[in-house]
């Protein structure tokens, strides 16, 4: 047997979970040596273990997969990260890749995709899943049609800019409300007018404007 590969599964649901490190520990090479359900644990988990990769969902309960990602990135710049999620959308996608992830693979892909994204990013490459490459694509299509004179990072409040740094980060308005202990009307205003400031008027734009803004960044 050659080098041992140490995998953290990181997933709310713990069927799913089971599922992945069955398949996981099928492979000679790999050894999955820890779980974790939510972006919190994820950092405990990996700061125990010291794994070599990490699978990590983004939504999930108390703190977010794309949250406990950046959190990872920060601390151990070596261990790679592979999302493998639900989220097909574009704005899951920059926003997990600006946290710092190698890879992205869909639930809905084959067991062949994931094993082929855990071996890529062991070894320092990134991959995505074939089947998001042309919402990445169309992605950075759409940032030419953002207007040169969009409006300043500056014309916004200080809270209007952590509402808008939670929404690129993939949070939901409850979670982004308990975050802040502000109401979940309070977090709808508050996009509403930051939307309106920017001329922006989906997630997938705000989250663009973020990444490019240096309001999300790979650490």
Not at 13 to 30: C, P, S, V
Not at 187 to 203: C, F, S, T
Not at 211 to 218: F, K, P, R, T, W
């Amino acid at each position: 047997m050659g080098l041992l590969h140490r995998i953290v599964i990181v997933d709310d649901h713990a069927i799913f979970r089971a599922g992945i490190k069955a398949l996981l520990d099928a492979e000679e090479d790999i050894k999955v040596v820890g779980e974790a359900e939510d972006g919190l644990s994820a950092f405990q988990t990996v700061n125990r273990l010291k794994p070599d990769l990490v699978i990590s969902d983004l939504s999930m309960p108390r703190t977010s997969g794309t949250e406990g990602i950046r959190q990872i990135r920060r601390r151990f710049p070596e261990i790679g990260i592979v999302v493998l999620t639900v989220h097909k959308a574009e704005e899951y996608i920059r926003a997990a890749l600006a946290a710092g992830a190698n890879g992205y693979v869909l639930k809905d892909d084959n067991e062949h995709e994931l094993l082929t994204a855990i071996h890529q990013v062991i070894g320092k490459k990134t991959y995505l899943s074939p089947s998001i490459c042309n919402n990445i694509v169309s992605g950075f299509l759409g940032e030419r049609h953002q207007s040169a004179s969009t409006p300043s990072w500056d014309c916004l409040s200080p809270r209007e800019q952590q509402v808008l740094k939670l929404i690129a980060e993939g949070q939901r308005n409850k979670d982004i409300a308990e975050y802040l202990s502000i109401s979940p009307k309070t977090v709808e205003k508050h996009r509403g007018n930051l939307m309106r400031k920017l001329d922006l008027h989906d997630i997938s734009s705000l989250t663009i404007y973020a990444i490019n803004n240096g309001v999300i960044i790979n650490s």
